[in-house]
């Protein structure tokens, strides 16, 4: 799986991985009754959304692929000497919050951290479809979505000599029901399914964290961020985009405030990052909606109002 990062995010990634990740290439194809995005970089007319992005910011689009995040990470962690401990799962949260100033629970969808401090009225809900990804073989040349009944498919670049996909659909529990939803869509998608092994394929059931939280800390000593704060569907690619803005905005909060003002770092935290975060996760529940939704024909009317 590789992760869509918007060019904000690319100044708090030091090292620069443009050998191992080309920029994304996004536009429109039509195809066979299908609502597409998808487009060769070649064919491409007009400016694009990356080259839009481009000329605003100053730097381009990209995707990293997730082991190089986590790696680029991990290095990061091994320069600061931290103790660390790893795979030790935490079944418990009260042992840590009597022995911490500051426990962040960074513990994804099902978090241990937020179950400790909020209890279990806001919890992972599923929406309703599955989505599958993989990574095929060879390069596609077309990057993008297309966007069908109750389904969509999209291709994104992530390796010389390999292209990242992904797949939603309502229900499909096999690779066999999954090749079967997008037999007929248009080349490279039944290609990129029948080339591919299964074995490598991950299935998701989508979902999300529903009602959103009242707040992110707790207690003057908790701090959630990423998934265990406001796990969103993967629609606009933005959750671990925005787990990352949420762990640079509390680590800056807590620098700027007394060791004694922690409950005044965690509210800044908080005000900074809960309504952005929870503004981009209700976009992406939206996108989600639109995207999978079986009346395609009034989605395609809204879309064709969209700008650009
Ligand atoms: C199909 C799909 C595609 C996606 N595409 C994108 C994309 O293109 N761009 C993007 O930005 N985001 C994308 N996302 C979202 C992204 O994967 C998540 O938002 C991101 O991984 C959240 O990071 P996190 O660290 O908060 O949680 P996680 O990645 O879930 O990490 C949580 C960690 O905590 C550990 N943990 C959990 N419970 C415990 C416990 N009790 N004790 C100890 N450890 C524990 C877990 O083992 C894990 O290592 C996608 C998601 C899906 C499902």
């Not at 005044?264 to 529940?285: H, K, M, N, V």
């Amino acid at each position: 799986m590789s992760i869509l990062v918007p060019p904000l995010l690319r100044r708090l990634l030091r090292r620069r991985p443009a050998d191992r990740d080309p920029p994304a290439h996004r536009g429109p194809e039509a195809a066979r009754g299908l609502r597409s995005t998808a487009r060769t970089p070649a064919h491409s007319a007009g400016q694009s959304r990356p080259e839009r992005i481009e000329r605003k910011a100053g730097r381009p689009e990209l995707l990293i692929s997730r082991p190089y995040l986590l790696d680029t990470l991990l290095d990061g962690l091994d320069a600061l000497d931290v103790p660390r401990r790893l795979g030790v799962n935490v079944d418990d949260v009260d042992p840590l919050l009597a022995d911490s100033d500051l426990v962040v629970g960074a513990d994804g969808i099902n978090s241990a951290v937020r179950g400790a401090s909020f209890g279990g009225r806001s919890g992972p809900r599923q929406v309703g479809t599955v989505a599958w990804i993989g990574i095929a073989g060879f390069e596609s040349g077309v990057y993008g979505e297309t966007w069908g009944k109750g389904r969509f498919f999209g291709m994104t670049p992530v390796e010389p000599g390999r292209t990242n996909w992904y797949a939603t659909v309502s229900e499909a529990t096999t690779a066999e029901q999954l090749r079967d939803h997008f037999a007929d869509w248009h080349d490279p998608i039944p290609r990129i399914l029948h080339e591919t092994d299964p074995s490598t394929w991950i299935r998701y059931e989508m979902r999300h964290l529903f009602p959103a939280l009242p707040t992110f800390v707790h207690g003057g000593k908790v701090a959630l961020v990423g998934d265990a704060a406001h796990a969103m569907t993967p629609n606009l690619g933005q959750g671990a985009c925005t787990a990352i803005l949420d762990a640079e905005a509390l680590t800056r909060a807590v620098a700027e405030h007394t060791a004694s003002d922690l409950p005044g770092a965690l509210r800044a935290y908080d005000t900074e990052r809960r309504r952005s975060a929870q503004r981009i996760a209700f976009g992406s529940r939206t996108l989600h909606r639109l995207m999978s939704t079986h009346r395609t024909g009034a989605r395609d009317a809204v879309v064709r109002m969209l700008p650009g």
